[in-house]
């Protein structure tokens, strides 16, 4: 068997580290799409249970206004239903806060913007490394502080999420996103 050349050998470590670092890339790059898509579908559930508990709080006050704007001051049936909405309006919009949708929505929130911005980067560093051919310093460089950033934005992660909703959209970004996706799309 023939000996490998050295120069042949160091060209050939470079492109394995060239299609290495992409390949990592491109596992990032499908996993901050995944999590983008996640934890905006996450947010705009609790925007809704919010919106719907405001709704609902809103119709109660309304409706115990205009029972007490409407019905005669003598029927005392016609008080306590007001009575009753105003009360249950008063409960919702004092216990709802306690729930802490509000900090769970803008959580949430800021988890998508961060993933969203995240891949954005990481489809920046791969589209470069494509175009040059090869890996550079400024490229591992690039990749580095792609690497870096999704582990400062991990750390923020749910600690336990829904798992029927995100094998349902990583299946979608499977989709969107093939194996092959890397050679034919960028």
Known sequence: ??????????????????????????????????????????????EKRNKGSLIVTAALSMLALSVILVA????????????ACAGLAAFLSGVVPFFGWSEKIRDLRN???AYSQLFGQIEFAMTEIRRAGQLTPEHVGLARMVHDGYIRIETRDELDPDRVLLNQEDA???????????????
């Open 1 to 46: 068997m023939d000996a490998i050349a050295p120069e042949n050998a160091a060209a050939d470590a470079g492109q394995d580290q060239y299609y290495e670092e992409l390949k990592r890339l491109f596992n990032l790059y499908r996993l901050s799409h995944l999590n983008a898509q996640y934890y905006g579908i996450r947010a705009e559930k609790y």
């Open 72 to 83: 005669d001051p003598k029927n005392t049936c016609a008080r306590d239903f007001a009575a």
């Open 111 to 113: 988890q998508h913007f």
């Open 172 to 186: 979608k970004v499977r989709k969107q996103i093939p194996e092959d996706y890397l050679w034919t799309n960028m």
